[in-house]
């Protein structure tokens, strides 16, 4: 071995040690100390509720189910007599899901996101199996933003006022105005070429 190379990598080594010996360090003594991850960092798969009424925001249309490329979601939402349906239980395999977050970015009513929590690991699978139960207690305090509410106030704000509607709105054309006063049983008389406006025949005289 070249001693030269030797003492090269030991300085090269030394060089790197002192650069990061006055620095904060990036280890934190866990469990005492916890990480806080940032916020669009994807977690665990959660179901949000409404922050007023504590009730799921999920409306079963089930685009969520269709979007997740591992099959992770199961949904059971039968339909009543009126074709509408009726969440009744909502489960998330986090042994199959891949932290992709295309079910949040398929929904469209703020329910369904990927918390910025962890500390969920099991020896057993059925363990990572969540149930819509479950899926709600975890993300009851999760923080959001409900995009339910701003896509209402902004449909609210671009429909314009039923009275301001009434004055834009262009007034319907009389039907009998234009049209000749003719009597029931009468053909319109037409006037004959050599019968002129009175107005005409005035003007033609000065
Ligand atoms: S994060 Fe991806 S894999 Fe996991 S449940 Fe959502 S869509 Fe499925
Ligand atoms: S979580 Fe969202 S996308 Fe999934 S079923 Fe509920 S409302 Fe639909």
């Not at 703020?110 to 059925?126: G, M, N, P, V």
């Not at 009851?140 to 902004?154: H, L, S």
Request: charged share 35%; with cysteine.
């Amino acid at each position: 071995m070249n001693p030269l190379k030797g003492i090269r990598e030991l300085v090269r080594g030394l060089q790197i040690t002192s650069k990061h010996l006055c620095r904060h360090a990036i280890t934190i003594q866990y469990p005492e100390e916890r990480w806080t991850m940032p916020e669009r960092s994807r977690g665990i798969v959660v179901l949000l509720s409404d922050k007023e009424t504590g009730e799921l925001n999920c409306t079963a249309c089930m685009l969520c189910e269709k979007a997740c490329p591992t099959a992770a979601i199961r949904i059971d939402a039968p339909r009543d007599e009126k074709k509408r349906r009726h969440l009744k239980q909502f489960i998330v395999n986090h042994g199959l899901c891949c932290f992709c977050d295309l079910c949040k970015e398929a929904c469209n009513f703020s329910a369904i996101k990927l918390a910025t929590k962890y500390e969920f690991s099991s020896e057993s699978k059925e363990d990572l199996v969540w149930d819509i139960k479950k899926l709600q207690e975890v993300g009851r305090d999760v923080p959001y933003i409900d995009t339910r509410k701003k896509k209402k106030e902004a449909a609210k704000a671009a429909s314009p006022k039923p009275e301001k509607a009434k004055q834009e709105m262009p007034s319907k054309p009389d039907k009998n105005e234009d049209k000749p006063d003719v009597t029931e049983g009468q053909t319109p008389s037409v006037p004959s070429e050599n019968e002129k406006p009175p107005s005409d025949e005035k003007e033609g005289q000065s």
